[in-house]
């Protein structure tokens, strides 16, 4: 019987992201991964519950990690700034846990249709937990959910671009960008 | 053998919506949409290709025809303003067509995690057709998307507005609208 190894999630998940970078990830087998890690099937389900959790493991608590950093930013901050705050303080904390093998994951992701949709949930759940927690904030129903979709397209540009080259700089910076790049592009208040 | 019918369409459709309303979405068969028309299940594969098509046919269409207006605005438009001019180019043709269900739609779609991912995809495919457009129009690779995708959320914020009560003003300032809220919350240059 396989013993608890402290790294088994570790040896699964680089044994599936080679075997999905190698063979393609529709073509991959979860025996084959466990193989790979040299661990059976049977540890291979007490981590994930299939291969596909494997890309996004933990991904699952993106919308309460974003809302609970949004429910502690001053209340006195207007909404959309808030959302701003939010992010960019949960920066750190992802940048860590994903770091290792960020452009691996993005680009068997993007490999797969299923795989997208995914991630196109994950991002929309992320945006109904921002805006239930603006709306609980006092902000009003139209403007709640528009500011948190526009805050997780801010979220997911600069993770993008943090991705491409995560040594430049940290992932709360290039959150700040985008969010710079959308403030020089809409038409300002006077208009 | 039933015969040509023109509002065999439109018949399938609202019989459709009557019964997901009814009954809830996970519970109607295509036998059941066809028989309330008075038609066949044959008839019903003619128009559309499963029950979830019914409440979809259509948007489909929806990337493209976004990409097709943003070609036609002035090239010396800046990005994300074109974006937005393409948006509310379309909604004339976009409210006619959609106008006599879209409440009960949204609410059906709302009622099941299927029906809203699906979706989701379909705005995500909006939002890539239009990064990709904006590309052809010179805007670079980091913009694109993200304008793009801030595009696409107050599209969908305008269309939610403008579906909850259509008769109050058309969907092209329900855009308009949404985008004057982004505005006023986004930061400003000189900050």
Redesign the interface.
């Given at each position: 019987m396989a013993r608890w190894d402290p790294r088994g999630e570790e040896r699964l998940r680089t044994a599936a992201i080679e075997l999905f970078l190698e063979h393609g990830y529709d073509n991959v087998t979860v025996a084959q991964i466990a193989d790979r890690a040299g661990l059976t099937r049977r540890t291979f389900s007490r981590y994930f519950a299939d291969k596909r959790d494997v890309l996004f493991a933990g991904s699952d608590q993106l919308p309460q990690l974003m809302a609970d950093a949004l429910q502690r930013v001053d209340p006195k901050i207007?909404?959309?700034?808030a959302v701003l705050h939010a992010l960019t303080d949960i920066a750190p904390l992802l940048g860590d846990r994903v770091a290792e093998h960020a452009p691996q994951r993005q680009a068997i992701i993007a490999s797969s249709p299923e795989l997208?949709?995914r991630g196109?949930?994950k991002f929309?759940d992320a945006a109904d937990a921002l805006a239930r927690e603006l709306r609980d904030r006092g902000a009003d129903e139209?403007?709640a959910?528009?500011?948190a979709?526009?805050g997780v397209?801010?979220f997911?540009?600069g993770f993008?671009?943090w991705v491409a080259s995560p040594e430049d700089t940290d992932l709360a910076s290039r959150i700040r960008q985008?969010?710079t790049?959308?403030?020089?592009?809409?038409?300002?208040?006077s208009?």
């Open positions: 207007p909404p959309f700034e997208q949709e196109h949930a929309a139209s403007s959910q528009l500011f979709e526009v397209a801010i997911r540009r993008s671009q985008a969010a790049q959308l403030s020089n592009a809409v038409p300002q208040r208009n």
